[in-house]
T-cell receptor, first 114, second 114 residues
Framework: GENVEQHPSTLSVQEGDSAVIKCTYS??????FPWYKQELGKRPQLIIDIRSNVGEKKDQRIAVTLNKTAKHFSLHITETQPEDSAVYFCAASAYSGNTGKLIFGQGTTLQVKP | NAGVTQTPKFQVLKTGQSMTLQCAQD?????MSWYRQDPGMGLRLIHYSVGAGITDQGEVPNGYNVSRSTTEDFPLRLLSAAPSQTSVYFC?????????????FGPGTRLLVL
């Protein structure tokens, strides 16, 4: 089955710096790669996702890149702000129609220091 | 819409006791799933369902049962609680199955097994 590895487990940056979180997946059939943000005591929420037919996707300060050959994808946050402090999860799914399941990585705790 | 709701918010059990964690959604979503969240281990998939009457196992199904008699409800049953089941449990739903769409998470149930 699918296995998703996420690194680093913790990341500390200064406000205004960039942050990069990396994930690798094992199932070459995976075709959907979302990223979720979980603030302290809250539920995870989707922040960005990418499908296997796209190499990069941006949404304001957030971008995700996908390398299907190497089976890894990354989250890039530019101009970090204190409110970006949270736990970030990557995930992967090899879905087809109504079949498939979403498998998450271990999470990265991002701390943005003012 | 209430979205995805979970009850109870917090529960303490003794080893060997059984209980049911409730999950309901009012968005007419076909796909529902249960995850457990433990420090350093991310979100691990327990069971999932692509529609009423259909369930399947995830990464860590042992010790848990599920059923899906209606589109709205997806209860998770702990048959004989063990301290290893101490965790935060999240229910999630999406419009369709396969894990290829945005997952909407409930607020979580924090379970302590003594």
């Amino acid at each position: 089955g699918e296995n998703v590895e996420q690194h680093p487990s913790t990341l500390s940056v200064q406000e205004g710096d960039s942050a990069v979180i990396k994930c690798t997946y094992s199932d070459s059939a995976s075709n959907y790669f979302p990223w979720y943000k979980q603030e302290l005591g809250k539920r995870p929420q989707l922040i960005i996702d990418i499908r296997s037919n796209v190499g990069e996707k941006k949404d304001q300060r957030i971008a995700v890149t996908l390398n299907k050959t190497a089976k890894h994808f990354s989250l890039h946050i530019t101009e970090t702000q204190p409110e970006d402090s949270a736990v970030y999860f990557c995930a992967a799914s090899a879905y087809s129609g109504n079949t498939g399941k979403l498998i998450f990585g271990q999470g990265t705790t991002l701390q943005v220091k003012p | 819409n209430a979205g995805v709701t979970q009850t109870p918010k917090f529960q303490v059990l003794k080893t060997g006791q059984s209980m049911t964690l409730q999950c309901a959604q009012d968005m007419n979503h076909e796909y529902m799933s249960w995850y457990r969240q433990d420090p350093g281990m991310g979100l691990r998939l327990i069971h999932y369902s692509v529609g009423a009457g259909i369930t399947d196992q995830g990464e860590v199904p042992n010790g848990y049962n599920v059923s899906r008699s209606t589109t709205e409800d997806f209860p998770l049953r702990l048959l004989s609680a063990a301290p290893s089941q101490t965790s935060v449990y999240f229910c999630a739903s999406s419009k369709r199955g396969g894990g290829g769409e945005t997952q909407y998470f409930g607020p979580g149930t924090r379970l302590l097994v003594l």
